[in-house]
């Protein structure tokens, strides 16, 4: 007799273990295999994952008690590195084995999405020539078999080439013609002009050698935008394909990323999978179908492309590897660079990060020699790095202009659209939080405990999202005592009107969450500004990433403080990043480009350091910062989010919970137990918000003790548990 241990299809916390079924004699059952089995007292069907196949029962386990298997209804949805890959999401991320298992299977194979049909004709059998209508039923015929080639016509394809819907009747009632069930691909075949790979230069081709000759693991290549990554980890794609090896190319967010896909489909034709949230189910079925029959070698896609079901996986690519996508918000709240790292340490590939600005985590990593750093310094292409000039905008206040542009920027524009060049105007929306500053002299409120910026709430006080520290604004700024000080804010429409009241005779472009709210918007926009037929582009976050226009050549960054601003302990590496990101939008064309940055705050570092465009400056003054706080990379966090729709029993719990976390805590050394406080987001569809922030050495043991102890606490309870380690955002 076999047994099987199955992970039951069931989303509730207490069902998150093992349980044993016996497997039939006349059923077939491998690890992978989804199973119906009877459950409970009442015997309800339920879904099971198979874990595991065992022929003996533990000497305590009465063999009677273990029901059967009742059928496969799928098989061979993961293998065994699946298996361990589950094993390494839960201890590495507090999640259940169901959270895991998820990843690894497209959603449509546990709602009953399976292949989709057509019902195509097909010629039956022949037609007598003496057949009053063989001459018309000729024609449908040979109609019918020449579509045959291009993937087959159904009948009201039919109709709709002109044929008469009661001749196909009669003749499919008569048996010249039959119908047949034939899989449709639902994946896209749109074609792209061939484009070929180019020679890689000197510093190019020491990185591509660096990483085809050298040990399995993580490289991290950071090169200045444009210097050429792109082509090098193509060229790596191309290596692997010659020698049958499998390859997927991450990317941050994949409708943002029209050029890329363009670019990978030009370069390998259109045998490669592109795989993303926007996805439909059954779309990702059949995606998910061709890589695991082995009839696809490339994918690219956002983060969950890494979990395709290939066999041979050995290069996987992290492009802008310090975008906060490649951190999962749902549960498995996994980090893409470090399941990659943990994926390829099973097949013996490597992992290729590439960023301009890598994270602090991957840059210390390669300083401590965990990653092969491989660096590119100069422009590949056309184009100089462009200069960067900053502006003070309180002297522009003190001067008495309080518009959003300085004058410097004004007389920019003038200039580059009287040479007939684009403008990229960029205004940083994600920093809208709430902080409270000084336009007079750059003053921010910020929590003495965390390093971080309050955030102000109604009736006027001021709160850190991090310990739950709060004080009230003063009339006055307790730095100069102006009265300029209060919550920052503008938006792209604002921009846009003061630039159209300014520039009347200039083609503007708004490109925001607001105007790309539909699909094809953003590609729309893009295309119109890529042609020439606008002369100035505001954006938020979208037009920092990856586009290359060479009709640019001034870019203006109009409050590079406001992510400076964030309640984040990562604010101002995001911050160096996006003006690191932005200003490489500009001079890709021939000649150099202008980046005018305007702040409140010029001296702070990650201005000044992106100015200069010194990555390694900024790495260094902020690694000090993250020593001093004990922030990652050097230290960990663990933020516990309770959620309720009875603020005070919320509230009660979770205070509860801290008390507890307190003593475990306690048993070891330098760990803080911060909170509970309000999230950023204190309510979200009728739920409040509450969180805990651990701080420290935290070892895996500990966060999984943290783990039990919060689930143990509230259940039964109407509340709701999200872990987070090491979260990208604390909202
Ligand atoms: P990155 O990914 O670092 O931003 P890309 O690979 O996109 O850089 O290259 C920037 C530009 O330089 C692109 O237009 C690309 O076609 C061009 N380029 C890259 N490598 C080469 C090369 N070896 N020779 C000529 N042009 C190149
Ligand atoms: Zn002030
Ligand atoms: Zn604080």
Same mark, same amino acid.
């Given at each position: 007799?076999?047994?099987?241990d199955?992970?039951?299809?069931s989303?509730?916390?207490?069902l998150?273990?093992m349980?044993?079924y016996?497997?039939?004699q006349?059923?077939t059952?491998?690890?992978g295999?989804l ?12 879904q099971?994952?198979v874990?595991g196949?065992?022929?003996n029962?533990?000497?305590?386990v ?11 209804l ?9 298996l361990?890959?589950v ?14 298992l998820?990843?690894?299977?497209p959603?449509?194979?546990?709602t009953?999405?399976?292949?989709k ?5 097909v010629p039956g ?8 209508k ?5 024609v449908?015929c040979d109609?019918v078999?020449?579509?045959?080639a291009?993937g ?6 039919a109709?709709?080439a ?6 196909l009747?009669?003749m499919?009632?008569?048996?010249f ?22 020679v890689l ?12 000759e050298?040990?399995?693991?993580t490289?991290?290549?950071h090169?200045?935008?444009?210097s050429?990554k792109?082509e090098v980890?193509?060229?790596l794609?191309?290596h692997?394909?010659?020698?049958g090896?499998d390859?997927?190319i ?8 029209p050029?890329?896909i363009?670019?990978?489909k ?9 795989y993303h949230s926007?996805?439909s189910?059954?779309?990702?079925y ?5 890589v695991r +029959?082995?009839?696809?070698?490339? &994918?690219? !896609?956002?983060?969950?492309a #890494? /979990? $395709? ?8 690519v ?12 749902t549960?498995?709240?996994?980090v893409?660079?470090?399941v ?7 097949t013996?590939?490597?992992?290729v990060?590439a960023s301009a ?7 210390d990593r ?21 200069t960067?000039?900053?502006?003070d905008?309180r ?11 300085s004058?410097?920027?004004?007389? +920019?524009?003038?200039?580059?659209? &009287?040479? !007939?060049?684009q403008?990229? #105007? /960029? $205004?940083?929306?994600r920093g ?10 750059g003053f ?11 955030t ?23 730095s100069?005592?102006s009265?300029f000080?209060r919550e ?13 009241k300014?520039?009347?005779?200039a ?7 607001d105007?790309?709210s ?5 590609e729309?926009?893009y295309?119109?500004?890529r042609?020439?037929?606008a002369?100035i582009?505001? !954006?938020?976050?979208m ?7 060479h009709g ?7 409050a590079a403080?406001?992510?400076?601003n964030?309640?984040?302990?990562r604010?101002y590496?995001k911050?160096f990043?996006?003006?690191t ?5 500009a001079?890709?064309?021939d ?8 702040t409140?705050?010029?001296?702070a570092y990650?201005?000044?350091?992106a100015?200069?465009?010194?990555y390694l400056g900024?790495?260094?003054q ?5 020593q ?12 516990i989010v ?7 029993e ?9 008390q ?5 805590s306690?048993r ?5 137990v911060?909170?509970p406080?309000?999230?950023?987001i ?11 922030i651990?701080?420290?050495q935290?070892?895996q043991?500990f966060?999984m003790?943290?783990?039990?102890l919060v689930?143990?606490a509230v ?16 909202v």
């Amino acid at each position: 007799m076999a047994y099987a241990d199955l992970i039951i299809n069931s989303t509730s916390q207490t069902l998150d273990r093992m349980f044993l079924y016996a497997v039939p004699q006349d059923l077939t059952v491998a690890v992978g295999d989804l199973v119906q089995v009877p459950f409970g007292g009442g015997n309800r069907h339920l879904q099971g994952f198979v874990m595991g196949i065992r022929d003996n029962l533990d000497p305590d386990v009465p063999a009677d008690k273990v029901k059967p298997i009742q059928r496969v209804l799928a098989s061979g949805l993961f293998d065994v590195r699946g298996l361990a890959l589950v094993d390494f999401l839960r201890r590495e991320y507090l999640c259940t084995h169901l959270d895991a298992l998820r990843l690894l299977i497209p959603r449509g194979e546990l709602t009953g999405v399976g292949h989709k049909y057509r019902k195509i004709l097909v010629p039956g059998q022949p037609i007598p020539p003496d057949h009053p209508k063989a001459k018309a039923y000729g024609v449908i015929c040979d109609f019918v078999r020449e579509s045959l080639a291009e993937g087959g016509v159904i009948k009201a394809e039919a109709v709709r080439a002109g044929f008469s819907a009661s001749s196909l009747q009669t003749m499919i009632k008569h048996g010249f013609l039959q119908v047949e069930d034939r899989v449709e691909d639902r994946y896209s075949t749109v074609r792209y002009a061939e484009d070929g790979a180019r020679v890689l230069n000197q510093e190019q081709a020491a990185g591509f050698r660096a990483i085809v000759e050298g040990d399995p693991g993580t490289y991290l290549m950071h090169g200045i935008t444009g210097s050429g990554k792109t082509e090098v980890f193509l060229h790596l794609v191309s290596h692997m394909l010659k020698q049958g090896h499998d390859s997927v190319i991450l990317v941050p967010e994949i409708a943002l990323t029209p050029q890329m896909i363009e670019r990978v489909k030009s370069r390998f034709g259109r045998d490669i999978t592109v795989y993303h949230s926007r996805l439909s189910d059954g779309e990702r079925y059949d995606e998910w179908m061709r890589v695991r +029959e082995g009839k696809v070698r490339i &994918a690219i !896609g956002a983060r969950s492309a #890494l /979990f $395709l079901p290939f066999r041979d996986l050995r290069l996987v690519v992290v492009d802008e590897e310090h975008e906060t996508s490649y951190k999962s918000e749902t549960s498995p709240k996994y980090v893409t660079r470090d399941v990659a790292a943990f994926m390829m340490e099973q097949t013996g590939g490597k992992v290729v990060l590439a960023s301009a600005t890598p994270s602090m985590e991957a840059f210390d990593r390669a300083r401590q020699g965990q990653y092969h750093l491989i660096q590119l310094t100069q422009r590949a292409g056309q184009g100089a790095m462009p200069t960067v000039v900053t502006v003070d905008m309180r002297k522009e206040l003190r001067l008495g202009n309080r518009s959003i542009l300085s004058s410097r920027l004004a007389a +920019e524009m003038e200039k580059s659209l &009287a040479r !007939g060049r684009q403008i990229i #105007l /960029f $205004l940083n929306r994600r920093g809208m939080s709430g902080f409270v500053s000084c336009r007079a002299c750059g003053f921010v409120y910020r929590c003495p405990n965390c390093s971080v910026s309050l955030t102000k709430h109604q009736g006027g006080r001021l709160t850190c999202h991090h310990c739950g520290y709060s004080q009230y604004q003063k009339e006055l700024c307790p730095s100069c005592g102006s009265s300029f000080i209060r919550e920052f804010g503008i938006g792209t429409e604002k921009v846009e009107q003061e630039v159209r009241k300014r520039f009347p005779d200039a083609q503007v472009l708004r490109m925001d969450r607001d105007t790309t709210s539909h699909k094809e918007a953003y590609e729309e926009i893009y295309n119109t500004f890529r042609d020439g037929a606008a002369d100035i582009l505001i !954006g938020t976050q979208m037009v920092a990433k990856g586009l290359d226009f060479h009709g640019v050549d001034l870019v203006g960054i109009l409050a590079a403080d406001l992510s400076m601003n964030l309640p984040d302990f990562r604010a101002y590496e995001k911050t160096f990043q996006l003006i690191t990101q932005v200003s490489g939008r500009a001079g890709r064309g021939d000649e150099g480009g202008l980046v005018v940055l305007q702040t409140y705050q010029p001296e702070a570092y990650p201005v000044t350091m992106a100015a200069r465009a010194d990555y390694l400056g900024f790495f260094e003054q902020e690694m000090m910062v993250r020593q001093a706080m004990a922030y990652p990379p050097r230290g960990d966090l663990l933020a516990i989010v309770l959620s309720g729709t009875q603020e005070a029993e919320l509230i009660k719990n979770i205070q509860f919970v801290a008390q507890l976390l307190r003593e475990l805590s306690s048993r070891y050394a330098n760990i803080t137990v911060m909170g509970p406080s309000a999230c950023l987001i204190s309510r979200i569809k009728g739920y409040f918000r509450q969180q805990i922030i651990i701080k420290g050495q935290l070892t895996q043991d500990f966060a999984m003790a943290c783990k039990d102890l919060v689930y143990e606490a509230v259940r039964g309870k109407d509340i709701r548990v999200s872990l987070d380690a090491n979260p990208m955002n604390l909202v």
